[in-house]
């Protein structure tokens, strides 16, 4: 059996006598007081189970410990260390160090939760259980599926070896390798630097170009621009999803002499020869067309884990199929998903996961009071892309499910700034730790109203 971890502290105390119910609070609305009672059985039963403790689950179960207490709420997260993996993009451009975007899990998960330090091995949502790979059966009333996206590295062929053997190949996306990134600027001396976007579902849509322009900035500050010949290979038709910020970026490409090729899809590394291929995507036979690389920053396939896509949850594409204005299970009611393993169609990010923190609370309530969550959630598809430009200039991309701008600011968040760069590189982590994580962030939906004096979806 997985070690489970049962701590009440005075702090879990005064974190739930800090919560004050409002009528505007999510949770409003009574809760069924059918709390699960501990089984003797080697099955052990709980009010909420939360599979993965990342981003999305971490936040879920903070806010639903800190509203029912002690033992209500089991988590299963295998991690000994939780990631705040926007701050990759950082660490790649030598602004962080790799162990800035980490914290301990034990010391963010809820106190009053039990901690199966453990991977689910199986969902079975039509006897409402979780089973973990040591073989605890966890038996839950409500689940809440976070279980994020895992990297399919060996899906390009050579991409393994390359990241393990070439130190000029590099990838943000895994913190093993995040902090090979500098150093392959660093050690940059003349050629094609190349940077590559799946033509597949990523987290964070903009990071695979945000590191560009980042290389692109320290190659001019240290003298090796005109050594260097930087190329964006995006497997997808568009630079970005989102037409207003897709041209600020076309610009910013034109400008700084970036070459963008659209329809390229990486499919293989050769790296003993600094050979990059890819295959043509808008062809009807299949083309493929082959780069020498000098340095090349590669965006791997993401999917959510095997255990979910395997599950009764997933649908045909894998991802767990949810009613994408309340997160509520597509056939199971009783379950609830959040973050980048669902099919919410929005932009796979942090800051999407915050806003869906709030839907969830909301959409739970409702459950439990036999009420219609869609009366009372209504996610909107916020989401958000800081999408850095520089050492000290971002963009910060935010808009919705239609692909509008949904921005924050009263100005137009489509310029490069350096508020916004500083807003993302020393105050989002803090909102992270201190607010996010905690279950106590849902977006800055209020804030925007505000800003827009009540003139903003
Ligand atoms: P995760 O936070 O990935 O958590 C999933 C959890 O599930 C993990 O803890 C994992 O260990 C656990 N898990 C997996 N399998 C199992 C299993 N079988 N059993 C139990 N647990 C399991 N977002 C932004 O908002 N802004 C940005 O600027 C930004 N930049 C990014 C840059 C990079 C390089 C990367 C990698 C991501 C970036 N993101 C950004 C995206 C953001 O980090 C994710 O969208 C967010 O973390 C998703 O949260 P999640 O809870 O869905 O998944």
Same mark, same amino acid.
């Given at each position: ?54 981003? #999305? ?174 190329? +964006?290979?995006? #497997?997808?038709?568009?630079?970005? #999803? ?25 499919? @293989? ?5 600094? @050979? ?7 062809? @009807? ?53 959040? #973050? ?86 020393? +105050? ?30």
């Amino acid at each position: 059996m997985a070690s489970v971890y049962k701590v009440v502290s005075s702090q879990f105390l005064c974190q739930r006598s800090s919560v004050k119910l409002t009528s505007a609070s999510p949770w409003r609305g009574s809760w069924y007081s059918t709390a699960a009672e501990p089984a003797s059985s080697p099955q052990k039963e709980y009010k909420f189970v939360v599979a993965g403790a990342g981003s #999305g689950g971490m936040a879920m179960a903070n806010a639903l410990t800190r509203k029912f207490g002690k033992g209500k709420v089991a988590v299963v997260e295998p991690s000994e260390l939780h990631f705040y993996q926007p701050m990759w993009t950082l660490v790649g451009g030598g602004i962080k160090t790799k162990e800035d975007s980490s914290r301990t899990m034990s010391s963010l998960m809820p106190k009053g939760a039990d901690w199966y330090k453990d991977r689910v091995a199986k969902l079975d949502p039509d006897n409402n259980t979780v089973s973990t790979t040591q073989g605890d059966v966890l038996k839950y009333e409500y689940l809440i599926v976070a279980l994020g996206f895992e990297l399919n590295i060996s899906s390009i062929k050579g991409m393994q070896e390359a990241l393990d053997e070439d130190p000029m190949f590099c990838c943000n996306y895994s913190y093993n390798y995040v902090d090979k990134t500098f150093k392959a600027f660093q050690n940059f001396k003349k050629g094609n630097a190349i940077f590559t976007q799946p033509a597949s579902p990523i987290k964070c849509a903009g990071a695979p170009q945000k590191i560009m322009y980042l290389a692109h900035d320290y190659f001019r500050k240290n003298g090796k621009l005109q050594d260097a010949n930087i190329i +964006f290979n995006q #497997g997808l038709p568009k630079i970005f #999803g989102v037409p207003k910020y897709a041209a600020v970026l076309t610009d910013i490409c034109k400008s700084r002499d970036i070459t963008v090729n659209v329809n390229h899809n990486l499919v @293989e590394v050769r790296h003993d020869k600094k @050979e990059a291929i890819f295959k043509l995507m808008d062809k @009807e036979t299949p083309e493929y067309v082959t780069y020498q690389y000098e340095m090349m920053h590669a965006t791997p396939h993401m999917s959510p884990p095997e255990v979910l896509k395997s599950s009764p949850l997933a649908g045909p594409a894998g991802f767990m199929t949810v009613n994408k204005h309340t997160g509520q299970h597509t056939k199971y009611s009783n379950v609830v998903g959040l #973050g980048d393993c669902t099919d919410i169609p929005t932009s796979r990010t942090a800051a999407a996961v915050a806003a869906q923190t709030g839907m969830l609370k909301q959409t739970l309530a409702a459950i439990m009071n036999n009420h219609d969550p869609e009366k009372v959630a209504h996610y909107d598809g916020y989401t958000s892309c800081p999408l850095i430009t520089g050492y000290n200039t971002c963009v910060l991309a935010e808009f919705d499910f239609d692909l509008n701008p949904l921005e924050t600011f009263p100005f137009d968040q489509g310029k490069e700034r350096r508020t916004m760069y500083h807003l993302k590189k020393d +105050f989002m982590p803090q909102l992270y730790w201190n607010m996010m994580v905690k279950g106590l962030w849902n977006g800055p939906g209020l804030m925007r109203k505000l800003s827009h004096f009540g003139f903003s979806k």
